[in-house]
């Protein structure tokens, strides 16, 4: 059975603070894997994808980067602007989404 | 460029009514996908439509069924709407079925 799980739920970073979060898959015929943020109320916003293993793909503060069972979204001295529910999305023959990691980034 | 538009923005219906939901793409995007938010669930796929054609479909009930037109703009219906149905319906579109998808506002559907 095709299943995603993020880790963690949620997560509180000083302003500075670097951390990772991961994206766990299992999916049949994987053609790729995107990861997305969604704030409040607004629909998801587009981030990156991921083709295959040992792929990463940067933007600003945060990089993506993928194996063949789990991906992970750094983020390297975070601002609060940055907090957010970040979702990823693997896709076989359908997207699957994750139900995300809730960021909160303190000032 | 204009992107995903959806109507609309907030709805609230009774039991047994029913919904109809319109999402229209960005310009020259042919895929539109549907999905159910909700807080325990996070993003439920409902169904994808390729030029006018269901791709694909999740595991829903079939009161939920979609079409799309020839200008891909889509529209989705719920019939018998249950409690249960109250979540924030969300449309994608993309350029091909695997491509980035991107996503419009979506639709607060409340039923009471």
């Known amino acids: 059975e095709d299943q995603v799980t993020q880790s963690p739920e949620a997560l509180r970073l000083q302003e500075g603070e670097s951390s990772s979060l991961n994206c766990s898959y299992t999916?049949?015929?994987?053609?790729?894997l995107f990861w997305y943020r969604q704030d409040p109320g607004k629909g998801p916003e587009f981030l990156f994808t991921?083709?295959?293993a040992g792929e990463e793909k940067e933007k600003e503060r945060l990089k993506a980067t993928l194996t063949k069972k789990e991906s992970f979204l750094h983020i390297t001295a975070p601002k609060p602007e940055d907090s957010a529910t970040y979702l990823c999305?693997?896709?076989?023959?359908?997207?699957?989404f994750g139900t995300g990691t809730s960021l909160t980034v303190i000032p | 460029k204009a992107g995903v538009t959806q109507t609309p923005r907030y709805l609230i219906k009774t039991r047994g009514q029913q919904v109809t939901l319109s999402c229209s793409p960005i310009?020259?995007?042919?895929?539109v996908s549907w999905y159910q938010q909700t807080p325990g669930q996070g993003l439920q796929f409902l169904f994808e439509?390729?030029?006018?054609?269901?791709?694909n479909k999740g595991n829903f009930p079939g009161r939920f069924s979609g079409r799309q037109f020839s200008n891909s703009r889509s529209e989705m219906n719920v019939s018998t709407l249950e409690l249960g149905d109250s979540a924030l319906y969300l449309c994608?579109?993309?350029?091909?079925?695997?491509?980035?998808?991107?996503f419009g506002p979506g639709t607060r559907l409340t039923v009471l």
């Open positions: 999305a693997p896709t076989g023959n359908q997207f699957y």
């Open positions: 439509y390729f030029s006018e054609t269901q791709r």
């Open positions: 310009s020259g995007h042919r895929s």
């Open positions: 991921l083709y295959s």
């Open positions: 999916v049949s015929g994987l053609r790729g």
């Open positions: 994608a579109s993309s350029f091909t079925s695997d491509g980035e998808q991107f």
